[in-house]
Nanobody
Framework: QVQLVESGGGLVQAGGSLRLSCAASGRTFRSYGMGWFRQAPGKERELVAA????????YYVDSVKGRFTISRGNAKNTMYLQMNSLSPEDTAVYYC??????????????WGQGTQVTVSS
């Protein structure tokens, strides 16, 4: 089992940047595929980006391609989401999640508590 804690959210102006971090407990972090989800008010939760255990494979939803970068440091049991060129449409609660299965959106079993990202226009 893995426990996840997000940090790095906050308020930023449109066009700005934020870097989210997700710290994981346990000694088998590299065994888990990891993902960042977000949920805006009144909207369904969506998978924003995902990364394989080795870090070789990544996935991005179309709306963030070229602006967000997912990465991980297995030696530090930490995953990151670098978010650039933020827009108000990126405003949401961002969650990190872990899976021992596939990287599809439905496969994640472990979740963090979420961190709020608010982008002002």
């Amino acid at each position: 089992q893995v426990q996840l804690v997000e940090s790095g959210g906050g308020l930023v102006q449109a066009g700005g940047s934020l870097r989210l971090s997700c710290a994981a407990s346990g000694r088998t972090f590299r065994s888990y595929g990891m993902g960042w989800f977000r949920q805006a008010p009144g909207k369904e939760r969506e998978l924003v980006a995902a990364i394989s255990g080795s870090g070789v494979l990544t996935y991005y939803v179309d709306s963030v391609k070229g602006r967000f970068t997912i990465s991980r440091g297995n030696a530090k049991n930490t995953m990151y989401l670098q978010m650039n060129s933020l827009s108000p449409e990126d405003t949401a609660v961002y969650y990190c999640a872990a899976t021992l299965g596939t990287m599809t959106a439905s496969a994640y079993d472990y979740w963090g508590q979420g961190t709020q990202v608010t982008v002002s226009s």
